[in-house]
């Protein structure tokens, strides 16, 4: 009677290659979640070389308390009336030095847009999302505007200009010829958004 062949020998050899190639495939097909967030320059920390005084009426108060509701200068506002309200602070133009402004000219509202400031308080517990939403309308009311100006004046969107600017791969011929629109543009609306200390009420 012949003898049985054992059971053929599995040859594990590429097993680690297939394992490493496996690994390297849902490295780099798998997405992973960030958190969403605000591009924020800060500025220098510098003292200021002599105390600036600010009028009450130069400066916008947004509160957003730990339930979501806005309460804008004193008055409750709902999210969607925020940004044209914003807007027309911004550009209020009480003085009427501001050439290129729409504004009513409020005696009691902003002076001018390079007088005029947001200011920003919230709850610790105001939701996060909130709290974004918020900021992106305020900064939405900036962009409206110096969107406005900058299809008045050079017939393009502030906001493209902007980015194709600071779009490290723009030819530097191409950011040269865009530099001085766009801080045009930005010194026309400046944009101060300041941010007070949380509150814990």
């Not at 847009?113 to 009311?141: F, H, M």
């Amino acid at each position: 009677m012949p003898r049985r062949k054992g059971a053929p020998e599995v040859n594990a050899g590429s097993m680690a290659d297939i394992a490493f190639l496996l690994l390297i495939f849902f490295l780099v097909t798998t997405t992973i979640e960030t958190d969403a967030g605000l591009d924020r320059m800060l500025p220098p920390i510098e003292p200021p070389e002599e105390d600036v005084i600010i009028k009450q009426k130069n400066i916008f108060t947004v509160n957003i308390n730990k339930n979501g509701q806005l309460l804008v200068e004193d008055n409750l506002m709902k999210l969607e009336d925020l940004r044209e309200a914003a807007i027309g602070f911004l550009e209020n133009n009480a003085d009427g030095t501001c050439t290129f402004c729409k504004g009513k000219k409020n005696p009691a509202s902003s002076d001018n847009p390079s007088k005029a400031i947001i200011s920003l308080k919230n709850d610790r517990e105001t939701k996060y999302s909130t709290y974004i939403t918020v900021q992106n309308e305020l900064v939405g009311a900036y962009n409206d505007l110096r969107n406005r100006e900058a299809q008045r004046l050079y017939g393009r969107d502030f906001t493209k200009m902007e980015a194709e600017y600071l779009n490290p791969e723009t030819p530097s011929s191409v950011r040269d010829d865009l530099k001085d629109k766009v801080k045009r543009v930005q010194d026309m609306f400046p944009q101060k958004l300041s941010e007070a200390e949380t509150s814990t009420n």
